[in-house]
């Protein structure tokens, strides 16, 4: 791959031909000219995710104008070049999006290559670039005068340039030398038949070129290969430069070897956090958090962050324990270190007693051999054996020790231990399930035979004619699809704001899914699995809240049930009321305000006000609890004020609704728009009801 | 994401689960209880103490909010609420556990606990009946809602009553009520001399399987500590599922499944944030305004923003989920794979356990199991798609048959169902440089093999507590109970190394002879070790190193040439004339042992 990830800079030349010809195609077809520029998106794209500083220029070729350097007396006319050489950026994306068409002219490929080759090397001077590259994107159907031919490739040679291009046409089998066995189909299009005579000759000089050695035949791609571009389409795998972590190796006191270790499998996560921004400046500065501490009491009264310090739970004990004393007393330990425990069979550490996210490769230390044969020995000692190192690991003093094992790990060109964390005591949960080997679910022959069809048509990895093993499909080939829709996503929002997102990318969508071959063989015994097994879905009992039962349906229709609840509601006021309540309290404003009302100690109005206070107060707290618990204010307001004067004050009704419409779209836009909050009576869907049937009680209620 | 996600659970399961768990621990005080086993073995009392210690140390670190009673019949003195049943000693009301509640137990442990009881409590006639109904009161007593309750009896004599078919019908009597409102009974048998016969009376007091299929009661009374450690652990950990999924076979054939975590990293708690003057917990309040006007920002006000390419990029907030949503949860099954293609170190999160929900849908259990017998008759597993929740992005995952195992005294040991490994991606991996080095010879190799069979050991994955965590609750405990000094924790995984050393002997030193050369010290710096080669000066020639023949053969014997550089090894192909097919190390060593090796 030309553009493979290095960490010395590069320079690339994108050379696009958007001469008339780009745009011909069969019926049906796509024209080379949408290819190229597809392909040349991609990898920008690519380029600009990556943030690499890698710099990149783009030459058009075939323009109606012509603006390049070498410019001069009828010599290199129609070639512009769009883009010096500098670090891709959005700009350049939009730029392409937007300002490359196919045009009229037709340009010399050769005279385009030279001002690439021109560009490279006097933008190039003074930078530290050490990879120079020529992606060339032509059709090759024009006239090029192979006069030159020699000069440029010594030229080529001298600057150490390489050259990549990009054909919208495959070449034919035996010339390419190393066709893919898989391409095989001949009614292709695009396939190296009937090329115009100046595409004869245009592959004559690319073959020329080639031999030259500036070109390796693997670095054809032609454009109409889907795939070229689903390569292309794959963002930049994430690359993080591997850190060492030199250590020894323990056993004992006396017996030590000097180790290196290096990530080799960890998880992977996006760099970047979303920030938050004003919707209208859209600008971060104006937008600030801030967390405030107050106290359980009725009043909230805040409390100063001087005035805070910390503890810690033990069962139901609170225990004040102060940071200094904390660090003082905690666990301390030697801090680097990887000691052996002891040894053990490879079969008692079981695989999915795995713990952490990382695997960790052990190597001997660099440079020197004497440890590479020391650790050569263990490996194999415990290759022979069957065996693990369990250790001890810590990767620093600051970090906390685990115990893992070291697998031996022997490959074709080199050797390692493999180092996985185990579970601590306190780790594991011993769940019991009960046994399935039971009469009533014990499966039948028959149905025992039918999963055996299943999976004999699901298998994935088989044997071709050849005898050879074929995986139809490996996960760690794929790319995280999070990453490649997060900027399929950004990338879109950059190029077209003020657009809906895109829809996942078709290849995106397959990697994801079963293989074609086995969705095709699947499909009778699948239905044959139906027949089988007979699953129901049990109905659930109980089923989520509506926004109706939440709110109490307006008046009327649940009035009925509701008298018995009330009935319920009042015995169980007569018993609290005994307590003396004198304002409306926070721990449950609704029962107090009833309370309040009944003892017709207060004015209505004054209640009131202290209802809608506290409501206010509870919804600050955007929590679902402390909003379930304002809709038992309110369901307490409507059906007391109803009681007293049959119409609800209007002002505070208004209020309260209003509260809880901003809160309502708090709280489920706000804290909890993650994820779903399971077990939760409303979901996202039921928060829109909410927030629908808020809407229309405020107009009714206006309407009254 | 399974941290993720188990961090979502504990954060809600508040709203999902309605109400406390409860476990109350009805302890037999006869005098049988408190009789020695042989060779100082602890007493059952004891034994139960030490049970009951480490349940409520595990409550403390795991789960605080559940309850937890501790009750004993078969006293002499009385003690209970109303004061209403003789006989009946409550200990420990039913409250969440706290450090007070641990040195009471620690009270009763050992000879002078037993002291302790006997004066305290005493020894007396048995009611079991009367106890049960203490313990029912117990329950109703509680005014939080409790969504699991449970009761454990320990004992050691099956016939409490010796006979008295009065006060066996009493009792029994009494647990069908107890049962009647959903508490769910256990005997903890203990050893008796002639056997526990649960026949003669436990048998219908206890709760039945909870299911058909449930391993029914223990049959054996336990013996050893850790047999009732384990019984009671089992018991005590009420099992959550994560998530409950479809496992999707094909369109229209989904499996209900549930995915338990059991295995989840222990951290140490998180601080709560006390105000200074009483040590009351505070609250938080976090409010996002703008910076101009100071007003509250509804969400409607906010939007989200990357920069990359110093290009800003906002979205709303709903389509930053969007983005993340692929599929609706579930498992998708791709296909299946032979075993070996799960490779060891395709590993990026713990794993997690997958077993049928019968209750969502009728049939699941069924499939389940048909699957998971051939999974594991052919040696396969299934390649799944896996969207945990809710705008999630899809991982995939091995589900690896396993199945039940149980041990002698019919205790489940693994239970049956699929462990879920995840998978990695293309990003996850690194790529990495590795040094090439030569590979040992079978005499280092076999040295390396008697090194380690010398320290061969049985590795069990409950063996090795967290140090730091462990830490951690002894500098509480001592705080919470004014000691002077937390409790010493042993570091389990610390490597015994005069152990070590004296288990392995001279063995160290003669592995050390054949890999190292003299002089080498594996501990020193190579940093340092270069300097030094450096400070003698590049232009003084390094003095002309030679072995002689026998030494060569010595080496060549043992395989042990690579011990040797690179320099003393030209010269010794120089020596015998022997023609190398390059100057790399084991080029050379490779054309010494060609000569000399015959």
Same mark, same amino acid.
């Given at each position: ?96 999006? %937007? ?8 340009? *010399? ?173 859209? &600008?971060?500065? /104006? ?19 001087? *005035? ?14 102060? &940071? ?32 952490? %996210?990382?695997?960790? &490769? ?5 440079? /020197? ?26 990767? /620093? ?66 044997? /071709? ?77 109980? &089923? ?161 | ?85 003789? $006989? ?22 050992? @000879? ?97 399987? @909870? ?7 223990? @049959? ?182 396993? $199945?039940? @195992? ?48 010398? =320290? ?35 570091? =389990? ?61 010595? $080496? ?43």
């Amino acid at each position: 791959y030309l553009w493979s990830d290095q960490s010395l800079l590069s320079a690339l030349v994108l050379c696009m031909d958007v001469g008339f010809s780009m745009s011909n195609s069969a019926p049906g077809e796509e024209p080379p000219f949408e290819l190229a520029k597809k392909v040349i998106q991609k990898f920008v794209q690519r380029q600009v995710f990556a943030e690499t500083k890698d710099e990149l220029a783009l030459v058009l070729f075939g323009t109606d104008a012509t603006n390049n350097p070498l410019d001069q007396d009828d010599q290199y006319q129609n070639i512009t070049v769009h883009r010096h050489l500098m670090i891709p950026d959005f700009e350049l994306l939009v730029e392409i999006e %937007n300002q490359i068409h196919p045009e009229n002219q037709q340009a *010399d490929w050769l005279d385009a290559l030279v001002v690439c080759m021109d560009l490279l090397q006097t933008e190039t001077q003074g930078k530290k670039c050490n990879r120079l590259n020529i992606v060339l994107l032509t059709d090759l159907n024009t006239q090029a005068s192979p006069d030159n031919l020699d000069v440029i490739i010594e030229n080529l040679k001298q600057a150490g340039i390489t050259l990549q291009f990009f054909l919208p046409f495959r070449l034919e089998e035996d010339e390419e030398g190393e066709g893919d066995a898989d391409r095989r189909d001949s009614g292709h299009p695009g396939t190296g038949k009937g090329l115009s005579r100046e595409q004869k000759s245009g592959l004559e000089m690319v073959r020329h070129v080639m031999l030259e050695g500036f070109l390796s035949l693997s670095t054809y791609v032609s454009v109409s290969e889907s795939d070229a571009i689903e390569q292309l389409c794959m963002f930049k795998r994430i690359e993080r430069r591997p850190m060492a972590w030199p250590c020894q190796l323990t056993i004992g006191s006396a017996l030590s070897i000097r180790i290196v270790g290096y990530k080799a499998v960890t998880e992977e996560k996006l760099k970047k956090m979303w920030i938050t921004v004003d919707a209208q400046t859209t &600008k971060r500065d /104006d937008v600030k958090r801030e967390t405030v501490y107050c106290l359980d009491d009725d009043n909230e009264t805040e409390v100063q962050k001087d *005035d805070i310090i910390q503890g810690f739970r033990y069962g139901s004990d609170i225990v004040p324990f102060s &940071k200094v004393d904390q660090d003082q007393m905690k666990y301390k330990h030697d801090g680097k270190c990887f000691a052996v425990l002891g040894f053990a069979k490879q079969s008692m550490v079981q695989r999915h007693q795995f713990m952490g %996210n990382q695997v960790v &490769k052990m190597f001997a230390a660099k440079d /020197d051999e004497h440890a590479g044969v020391a650790l050569s020995a263990l490996i194999r000692a415990l290759d022979e054996l069957q065996m693990v190192a369990i250790v001890r690991y810590a990767y /620093d003093r600051r970090s906390n020790p685990q115990v893992g094992a070291a697998f031996p790990c022997i490959k074709q060109d080199y050797e390692c231990l493999m180092y996985v964390q185990l579970p601590f005591m306190e780790d594991l949960r011993h769940f019991t399930f009960p046994s399935l080997e039971n009469k009533k679910l014990t499966p039948s022959d028959a149905q025992l035979s039918a999963v055996d069809s299943l999976i004999d048509s699901m298998m994935l990895v088989n044997k /071709d004619e050849n005898g050879e093993q074929k995986d139809l499909f490996k996960p760690h080939n794929i790319p995280n699809p999070a990453f490649q829709r997060h900027f399929q996503c950004l990338h879109h929002r950059a190029v077209s704001p003020g657009t809906p997102l895109p829809a996942m990318e078709p290849w995106l969508q397959a990697t994801l899914d079963r293989p074609e071959v086995i969705r095709e063989r699947c499909r009778a015994p699948l239905e044959e699995m139906k027949r089988k097994f007979p699953l129901t879905e049990v109905e659930k009992k109980k &089923k989520l809240k509506t926004s109706a039962q939440i709110f109490g349906k307006d008046a009327e229709e649940s009035d009925a049930k509701n008298e018995k609840d009330e009935a319920e509601e009042d015995y169980n006021l007569a018993d609290i009321a005994e307590g003396s309540v004198t304002s409306v309290g926070s721990v449950d404003p609704a029962r107090d305000f009833r309370t309040l009302i009944k003892q017709k100690s207060l004015p209505f109005r004054e209640v009131c006000q202290q209802l809608t206070h506290r409501i206010e107060q509870l919804l600050s707290n955007k929590d679902t609890l402390y909003y379930m618990k304002s809709i038992t204010c309110i369901q307490a307001f409507r059906e007391q004020s109803v009681k007293v004067n049959k119409h609800p004050p209007f002002g505070e009704y208004m209020m309260m609704w209003w509260f809880l419409l901003r809160h309502a779209v708090w709280l489920f836009y706000g804290d909890y728009d993650k994820d779903e909050v399971e077990g939760s009576t409303i979901s996202k869907t039921e928060a829109n009801q909410v927030y629908r049937s808020v809407y229309v009680s405020l107009i009714n209620s206006k309407r009254s | 994401m399974i941290t993720l996600i188990m961090d979502f659970s504990i954060k809600h399961s508040s709203y999902r689960i309605t109400g406390r768990d409860s476990l109350v621990f009805l302890v037999d005080a006869s005098k049988e209880m408190f009789i020695k086993g042989e060779d100082g073995q602890p007493s059952n009392f004891d034994m139960t103490m030490q049970v009951v210690r480490s349940v409520y140390m595990s409550k403390i670190i795991s789960s605080h909010r559940d309850l937890v009673a501790l009750v004993f019949y078969g006293t002499e003195q009385s003690k209970n609420p109303r004061n209403s049943f003789k $006989h009946v000693y409550v200990y420990h009301d039913l409250d969440e556990p706290g450090a007070k509640r641990v040195q009471d137990i620690d009270s009763l442990r050992g @000879e002078k606990g037993a002291q302790l009881a006997a004066e305290t409590m005493g020894s007396g006639e048995t009611s079991l009946g009367d106890a049960l109904w203490c313990c029912a009161n117990l329950y109703s007593d509680i005014k939080l809602r409790l969504s699991h309750k449970r009761l454990m009896i320990f004992t050691c004599r099956d016939e409490p009553h010796g006979g008295d078919s009065v006060k066996d019908r009493q009792a029994r009597t009494k647990a069908g009520d107890l049962k009647e409102t959903g508490v769910v009974i256990d005997l903890m048998h203990l050893m008796k001399p002639g056997g526990f016969n649960v026949s003669l009376f436990f048998c219908d007091v206890i709760s039945p399987p @909870e299911d058909e299929s449930e391993l029914g009661l223990q @049959e054996e009374p336990c013996e050893k500590l850790d047999d009732l450690q384990k019984r009671v652990r089992a018991k005590e950990q009420k099992k959550r599922a994560m998530a409950r999924l479809n496992l999707c076979l094909g369109e229209g054939l989904n499996v209900a499944v549930g995915i338990y975590a059991t295995a989840v990293t222990a951290r140490k708690p998180s601080a709560i944030k006390l105000y200074r003057e009483t040590n009351e917990p505070v609250r938080s309040k976090t409010r996002t305004f703008h910076t101009q006007t100071g007003s509250l920002l509804l969400p409607s006000e906010i939007k989200k923003a990357q920069v990359y390419g110093k290009k800003q990029i906002v979205m709303e907030r709903d389509e930053v989920d969007a983005i993340k949503k692929f599929d609706d949860p579930g498992l998708l099954l791709i296909g299946f794979k032979p075993m070996e293609k799960l490779k060891l170190h395709h590993h990026i999160q713990p794993a997690v356990f997958l077993y049928p929900e019968e209750d969502q849908v009728k049939g699941s259990a069924c499939l389940f199991s048909a699957l998971l017998k051939k999974c594991s008759e052919r040696n396969v597993f299934a390649l799944c798609r896996c969207i945990a929740r809710r705008n999630y992005p899809p991982r995939f995952a091995a589900l690896v048959p396993q $199945h039940e @195992e149980v041990d002698e005294g019919n205790a489940q040991i693994t239970p049956p169902g699929f462990n879920v490994i995840y998978l990695p991606y293309a990003d996850d991996f690194r790529t990495l440089d590795p040094p090439h080095y030569p590979a040992a010879s079978q005499v280092q190799v076999d040295k390396m093999k008697e090194i380690i069979s010398k =320290l061969r050991f049985k590795y069990r994955s409950d063996a090795f507590e967290n140090p730091v965590i462990q830490q951690h609750y002894r500098n509480l405990e001592a705080l919470a109970l004014d000691m002077m000094a937390p409790e010493d924790i042993e570091d =389990l995984i610390m490597p015994k190394v005069e152990q070590i050393d004296s288990r392995l002997g001279p063995l160290v030193d003669e592995f050390k002879d054949l890999v190292y050369p003299e002089n080498y010290n594996p501990e020193s710096k190579p940093a340092a070790k270069r300097k030094t080669a450096d400070s003698g000066g590049g232009a003084e020639k390094k003095p002309k190193v030679e072995v002689t023949e026998d030494e060569l053969k010595v $080496h060549v014997q043992n395989g042990t040439l690579a011990k040797l550089t690179v320099p003393v090894l030209k010269e010794a192909c120089k020596q015998f004339g022997v023609r190398t097919a390059g100057t790399k190390k084991q080029e050379l060593i490779d054309a010494l042992v060609a000569r000399l090796g015959s």
